[in-house]
């Protein structure tokens, strides 16, 4: 009897992995958003504007920069933003937090954004200092969805806000999480952004579930390329986004050769973008920790192609 390889046993048994649908190579490349955080020394600084240049010629919708706990950065997102706004092409978004402060501090740094020529906000709640519970601010704005609502009144913003696909850690529960993403979207919100996640049929269950709740404004996933894994586990952890089994695995053994860690972690980014964009998925906000070589990659894999030719490096 002819011995049969285990490999083609499977196969004619049936057990087959289906292969990602070939490139559409005539659809439109997607729309891409970056984030930034603003820096801290004059030495991230230069990295940070470095990144912006390497990365403008994909010609980005916007790009938004964050903003530090408890409005912890506020100057230095200002002046970031501020910067982007007068010296730059691109449209810049700034993050604002309502945590901590009284509805007319945070009234006043919006309307220092729209005097400064910023017109969106990603609107967010932020979270308490490391060890308490959030608990909202006796004069504040409570939720991410109060804040949403006050801009409304002060300008004419487009906001965004933050979705969960994997529920936010101090929801009540995910029909709850969900419900007050669509009250953020009802008070005037005009598109979420994923907190990041590494399985990707959570986040595209999670579209289900919205669209099924009468959402229908975008959700865009948040790609968060990984080549730190340690860091990104930690962080993993604070805010909710599960780390799966072979994601460590990937990254086993290559503690000391970050040359292999961006290769694994542009490979993963990368498998996971092609993934969502065979379902459908036209958008993407990458979280690029001010390092552009992997987003620049991964937009590129994406079909993204730089405006007037290569970007200088
Ligand atoms: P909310 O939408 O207000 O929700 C917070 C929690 O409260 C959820 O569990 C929700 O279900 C619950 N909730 C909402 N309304 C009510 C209610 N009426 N009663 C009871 N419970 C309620 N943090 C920063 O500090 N700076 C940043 O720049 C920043 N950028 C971010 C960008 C993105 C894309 C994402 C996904 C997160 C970002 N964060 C940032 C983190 C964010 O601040 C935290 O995740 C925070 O814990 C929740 O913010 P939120 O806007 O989602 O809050």
Same mark, same amino acid.
């Given at each position: 009897m002819t011995k049969v390889a285990p490999t083609l046993q499977r196969w004619l048994a049936g057990e087959r992995i289906g292969p990602l649908p070939a490139r559409n190579t005539s659809a439109p490349p997607p729309a891409l958003s970056f984030e930034f955080f603003p820096p801290k020394t004059p030495a991230l600084k230069q990295q940070l504007w470095h990144c912006i240049h390497r990365l403008?010629?994909? $010609? #980005?919708?916007f790009v938004s920069v964050t903003y530090g706990? /408890?409005? &912890?950065t506020h100057a230095r997102t200002h002046a970031t933003v501020s910067r982007l706004a007068r010296e730059t092409s691109l449209v810049p978004a700034a993050h604002l937090t309502c945590v901590g402060a009284t509805r007319d501090e945070v009234d006043a740094v919006a309307r220092g954004y729209w005097a400064a020529g910023v017109r969106h906000i990603v609107a967010l709640r932020g979270d308490a200092p490391a060890g308490s519970a959030y608990a909202p601010h006796p004069g504040g704005y409570d939720y991410a969805s109060d804040l949403v609502a006050g801009l409304r009144r002060i300008a004419d913003f487009e906001i965004s806000v933050a979705a969960y696909p994997e529920t936010? #850690? &101090? $929801?009540?529960s995910a029909q709850a999480d969900l419900d007050n993403l669509k009250r953020k979207l009802d008070s005037g919100a005009t598109r979420a952004i994923t907190q990041y996640f590494f399985d990707t049929s959570t986040y595209l269950r999670f579209l289900d579930r919205a669209l099924a709740a009468g959402i229908t404004a975008p959700i865009v996933p948040g790609i968060m390329p990984v080549s730190n894994y340690e860091q990104a586990a930690r962080f993993s952890a604070l805010c909710g986004t599960s780390v799966p089994a072979w994601l460590g695995h990937l990254f %086993? /053994?290559? %503690?000391?050769?970050p040359e292999i860690r961006r290769i694994v972690a542009s490979i993963v980014a990368a498998e996971q973008v092609r993934t969502l964009q065979a379902n459908g998925v036209d958008e993407f906000h990458f979280y690029t920790l001010n390092r552009p070589d992997l987003t620049y990659a991964i937009a590129h894999i994406l079909g993204v192609r730089p405006k007037g030719g290569l970007a200088d490096r």
């Amino acid at each position: 009897m002819t011995k049969v390889a285990p490999t083609l046993q499977r196969w004619l048994a049936g057990e087959r992995i289906g292969p990602l649908p070939a490139r559409n190579t005539s659809a439109p490349p997607p729309a891409l958003s970056f984030e930034f955080f603003p820096p801290k020394t004059p030495a991230l600084k230069q990295q940070l504007w470095h990144c912006i240049h390497r990365l403008t010629p994909l $010609a #980005p919708r916007f790009v938004s920069v964050t903003y530090g706990a /408890g409005g &912890s950065t506020h100057a230095r997102t200002h002046a970031t933003v501020s910067r982007l706004a007068r010296e730059t092409s691109l449209v810049p978004a700034a993050h604002l937090t309502c945590v901590g402060a009284t509805r007319d501090e945070v009234d006043a740094v919006a309307r220092g954004y729209w005097a400064a020529g910023v017109r969106h906000i990603v609107a967010l709640r932020g979270d308490a200092p490391a060890g308490s519970a959030y608990a909202p601010h006796p004069g504040g704005y409570d939720y991410a969805s109060d804040l949403v609502a006050g801009l409304r009144r002060i300008a004419d913003f487009e906001i965004s806000v933050a979705a969960y696909p994997e529920t936010h #850690p &101090s $929801a009540m529960s995910a029909q709850a999480d969900l419900d007050n993403l669509k009250r953020k979207l009802d008070s005037g919100a005009t598109r979420a952004i994923t907190q990041y996640f590494f399985d990707t049929s959570t986040y595209l269950r999670f579209l289900d579930r919205a669209l099924a709740a009468g959402i229908t404004a975008p959700i865009v996933p948040g790609i968060m390329p990984v080549s730190n894994y340690e860091q990104a586990a930690r962080f993993s952890a604070l805010c909710g986004t599960s780390v799966p089994a072979w994601l460590g695995h990937l990254f %086993e /053994g290559t %503690e000391n050769d970050p040359e292999i860690r961006r290769i694994v972690a542009s490979i993963v980014a990368a498998e996971q973008v092609r993934t969502l964009q065979a379902n459908g998925v036209d958008e993407f906000h990458f979280y690029t920790l001010n390092r552009p070589d992997l987003t620049y990659a991964i937009a590129h894999i994406l079909g993204v192609r730089p405006k007037g030719g290569l970007a200088d490096r």
